[in-house]
């Protein structure tokens, strides 16, 4: 695996909201990843990881469109130990911390997200507004488990749009360019496409605005989307990926810090130990 980023990646991510990683991962560590999450993925029987908690209404409603923009499962690092030990892998916390100019991050969620043959595009969206916690320096690394393309659905994004830090946000529906209703002055901007073969990845700043394409092929496209939070960040009340139960203990402002939800996976204090 790799384990830095370029000056000019960074500097690409800082400018844009966005960059693509080439090769972040090798020709068996793809194999290895590819066939821990689709093995995790098959083994789970609803989105979230606890099957007998009460998660956000909207997951567990049937969704004509959405439920046909990809097939999803949030957390298996939680169900898996092969996808725990990718997950919370501390050379990709220090790429996500190095990004995002933070001391430390942990894990908000991981989504592995297949877009299934024919799947309907992704609408434009931000990330950030829908999670439970405000920052502008989150972000997703998005790994490539098969080779992403414009054919299938690779991502899409609407360069310098966080450097707005807005927080209006649309739901992944229907209407592919709602968002745009709602900031007009991003429709002037042209998307950027950002194929990427597999064991390649794309990162993005929670707040660039970005999408993808219909999967035109009938050959899944095969992602996880790590989400990385910057340590510190603060609970701002939204149900988001918690159980009703983990909510109901939570008042607005605290700190996000449980170890078995959001494990903090990089350091700047305890980087002289070896990476793992
Ligand atoms: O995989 C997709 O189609 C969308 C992914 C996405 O929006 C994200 O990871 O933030």
């Known amino acids: ?37 689709t093995s995790a993925f098959g083994d789970r029987t609803g989105i979230f990881p606890k099957a007998d908690a009460e998660y956000a ?6 969704h004509d469109y959405h439920d046909k923009v990809f097939s999803q499962t949030v957390n298996l690092w939680m169900t898996s130990p092969e996808v725990r030990e990718l997950v919370l892998d501390r050379r990709l916390g220090r790429i996500a911390a190095t ?21 309907n595009p992704t609408a434009f969206h931000l990330d950030v507004p829908y999670w439970a916690f405000k920052a ?5 690394i998005w790994f490539a488990l098969s080779d992403a393309t414009v054919e299938n659905g690779c991502l899409c994004y609407v360069p310098g749009t966080h450097l707005d830090e807005r927080y209006d946000n649309v739901a992944i529906d229907q209407d592919i360019g709602a968002l745009f209703k709602v900031y007009p002055d991003w429709k002037k901007i042209d998307p950027v496409f950002c194929p990427v073969p597999a064991g390649g990845a794309v990162v993005h700043n929670g707040l ?29 009340g939204a149900q988001d990926v918690y159980t009703k139960e983990q909510v109901a203990r939570m008042a607005v402002g605290d700190l996000l810090d449980d170890e078995e939800q959001n494990p903090l996976v990089f350091s700047a204090s305890s980087d002289d130990l070896p990476v793992a």
Not at 16 to 35: K, P, S, T
Not at 105 to 111: A, V
Not at 213 to 236: E, K, L
């Open 208 to 236: 660039t605005a970005h999408g993808a394409g219909a999967n035109m092929t009938p050959h899944q496209r095969i992602a996880i989307a790590i989400a990385y939070m910057p340590d510190g960040a603060r609970f701002n």
């Open 136 to 140: 502008s320096n989150a972000l997703t």
């Open 57 to 62: 209404p909207f997951f567990t409603e049937e």
């Open 99 to 119: 990004l995002a100019g933070a001391d430390g991050m942990r894990i908000y969620l991981d989504q592995a997200l297949v877009k299934e043959p024919f799947a």
């Open 1 to 37: 695996m790799r384990e830095t980023v370029t000056e000019q990646e960074v500097n690409c991510y800082r400018r844009n909201g966005f960059a693509v990683l080439r090769d972040l991962l090798d020709a068996d560590e793809v194999l290895a990843w590819r066939q821990a999450v």
